[in-house]
């Protein structure tokens, strides 16, 4: 067994095969928010167990829910050492806005240094990255200095619905003292970083309605109120143009301000203005006044519209006074903001702001609500994690406050009580929930290679 | 000869057949507004020269124009007589909302009482009574006090776009000495209605841009301003959620009140709330403070976001912050106000309340501009029209003020100096503009009817 390959040698001569496995993945249009793609879904965890067991794993199976399946799998061989669960979820957002899309969403390819195609980077690139690290310890017989439990799951993009209920009915099965989890992103490639806190998120739906019908805009014009109006007037009076506050009454009550240590640590991250303007080409960057951008990105909460509908969206005019609008409203929070209380806040709020020239509808999806969570920089685990990326990737990562949530971080936190690691291999222009999504195929490799590093660093953390 | 029948008599032996014409004639999709149909507008311009020729009109002939065509006819018997030009519409409103729609919108029927279909109303049933009206005389060999000249257009849902351009080019053919157009409503059954005046009509789309492409709202929410937020302030600025008063800088300026005989006189018509509430199943009325329903509607200018779109509005949710926000904005305008002006201050406005953080766009489409408009209701043309409805309806007409925008009415005064005179046959729950557009059968019939009284009538008025 001495001269068989280690695992970095191993993953450098399978790396054709490791891409076409991600492009035969992502060919399943895994689409988990609208409903239309059970059968897709079921297709891609029935691949995922196959792959599972190509892989090495043993015990590969998908594990029921209420709503779509996750997959799971074991490679547990050190029996008395510590379980690190690997977590993934193969689930995507929509593709819509095909015109912008260049290439099709869902036949992805390798060209240009990048694998393009919808999930790529979010999240079926990198958690395959994190399974091949494994696997290229499996395959190459090398010893894991943990035991190994695969979790992906297939509702991370409908808030992880049902995640709960798997990890109550799956315990004994998916119980573990650390979850490694690569789902966000690189400041750039030479940034690595390992977020320390998700900020949590609650979402709502606002329909305004004023008249039965729609009618004639000229005919009724100045006898109704027009839902459309109404609904700006309310969506206005949730943020101040000047200082970007959310001016929901109490939004701000349990907001743990950083103390000015961590403020310093991470405003000496790179995270500047420029690279703020570079990213997104926007005109001028723009957030919550008192706050720098590296502040507000992870540790400050915020309020968007992420969606608005209403009367004639097509090409032309027509003359229309429309008897609804609606408006997809999302909140970030952070600790320790609660869901449940901010939503509460926010309904009284829209409800005492609507006027009785209309009625109001606000619609929750149940089990969409996403708790901040924070993690212990100081945890072993992270510290591995931390080393073993200048192993793999020559550099010390910037440990980050997430601007995105994940509900599985309070789930497991919750449930286990273990710490969740976070190192990601997207970079921010992936489009990640945007067309075009990709991942750089280097940094998919890397991914693994960093997986290879967290093994071997792992011991002199946890000793 | 003095046996044949009179009109009346052939209106009433002829309705099944003046049905079904109109129910050819709305098979056509004649939707001007999205550029799609520019075929099906053709083939109902031919239908139209053929029909018109075998109502018994002369010179029949498509009259083209830079967009879609016109149709025109003659039946020029009395030499120097006045020339009455009967005016319509053969364009209808695209019929989006599919879903609403019970029966489909280009294959009519009629059932319950009324025509349904996209168009029943507005223009086709209207115009086609004129037009049978007009045809019985023909028919039945009875002498009619006037020249009438036909001309139907196929682009006012597009603001009469080219009709200028047609007026001149065609100034001989088509000059006349008044102008007779049903494209209006009656107050209910037993209250018709001849319109006194027209709101104008300003129409721009906004649209903000803020990052170059979707965003993931959680990377990125806090770092740039969201352009549907931004809209959504932009949109709250333009009116008073209190008083309804539109805020651009001197909207009213040029706006004449009405004298108090005059708002006695329109507040004296059963235009109640009540009827408003019953007509729009709104919760409340709403409008400008200061000024009652039956003024408002007609009278004051108003501002409506007639469409609005941006971000994710598919079902579910998404967590994109969106790279641009559209709105669609409607202005109603009253004497003396004009397009171009209020257009200047709305811009002025809205360039003044974007925030540099986004880039603002407004994009007028050409000729969409439509002046409002007064008539003399002093004219011999109104007065005949007036006691017509008697004869036909057994009613006195209400002489209102219009909500509703014609470009023709402006357009006809400017080049010919001659009264327009606007009598209407369709109900205000007729869902033009609107999902299930319909038409009463026995109004259609009675518009035809109302025709021929008109020409009975004319004779006393102008000598």
Not at 174 to 179: G, I
Not at 420 to 437: I, K, R, S, T
Request: net charge negative; proline share 7%; charged share 20%.
């Amino acid at each position: 067994m001495a001269d068989d390959p280690g695992p970095l040698t191993y993953l450098a001569s399978t790396r054709a095969r490791a891409e076409s496995s991600l492009l035969e993945l992502m060919r399943f249009p895994t689409v988990s928010t609208d409903g239309a793609h059970g059968e897709d879904i079921r297709n891609a965890a029935e691949w995922l167990v196959a792959h599972l067991q190509h892989l090495g794993f043993e015990s590969a199976a998908i594990l029921e829910t209420e709503g779509y399946p996750a997959v799971t799998a074991t490679w547990h061989k050190v029996p008395g050492r510590p379980v690190l669960l690997v977590y993934g979820h193969y689930d995507v957002q929509p593709a819509d806005n095909e015109k912008e899309w260049i290439l099709p969403p869902f036949a992805p390819v390798v060209e240009d240094g990048f694998i393009w195609g919808r999930g790529a980077s979010d999240d079926k690139g990198q958690f395959m990255a994190l399974l091949n690290g494994v696997s290229a310890y499996i395959q190459t017989g090398t010893p894991l200095p943990v035991n190994v439990t695969v979790l992906i799951e297939g509702e991370e993009e409908i808030n992880s619905v049902h995640l709960s209920d798997l990890l109550e009915s799956e315990a004994e099965r998916l119980s573990c003292d650390a979850v490694v989890a690569a789902d966000s992103l690189m400041l750039d490639r030479n940034h690595p970083v390992i977020l320390i806190s998700v900020r949590g998120h609650a979402f709502v739906e606002l329909t305004v309605t004023g008249p039965q019908t729609d009618l004639h805009s000229g005919t009724f014009g100045g006898s109704v109120d027009n839902p459309i109006n109404v609904l700006a007037r309310m969506l206005a009076a949730l943020q101040d143009g000047t200082t970007r506050k959310v001016l929901i009454p109490g939004f701000y009550d349990d907001v743990i301000e950083l103390d000015q240590a961590e403020r310093d640590r991470i405003n000496s991250s790179p995270i500047t203005d420029e690279l703020g303007i570079a990213l997104t080409g926007a005109p001028e960057l723009a957030g919550e006044s008192g706050y720098t951008l590296a502040e507000r990105v992870g540790s400050r909460p915020t309020l968007d519209i992420v969606g608005i509908t209403g009367g004639y969206t097509g090409a032309g005019k027509k003359s229309v006074l429309p008897s609804t609008a609606h408006a997809k409203i999302s909140m970030r929070l952070v600790p320790q903001q609660s869901v449940e209380d901010v939503m509460e806040k926010l309904r009284r709020f829209l409800l005492a702001l609507a006027p009785s020239t209309v009625s109001v509808a606000l619609t929750e999806q149940a089990g969409f609500g996403s708790p901040p969570a924070a993690m212990d920089p100081a945890s072993p685990w992270i510290g591995a994690a931390s080393l073993a990326y200048e192993v793999s990737h020559g550099e010390t990562p910037l440990l980050l406050h997430g601007g995105g949530s994940e509900p599985m971080v309070g789930l497991f936190q919750g449930r286990f009580g273990v710490p969740v690691v976070m190192p990601g291999f997207g970079l921010p222009d992936d489009g990640n929930h945007a067309p075009n999504e990709r991942m750089d195929v280097e940094l998919f490799h890397k991914g693994a290679e960093w997986m290879v590093a967290y093994l071997e660093t792992l011991p002199q953390f946890l000793g």
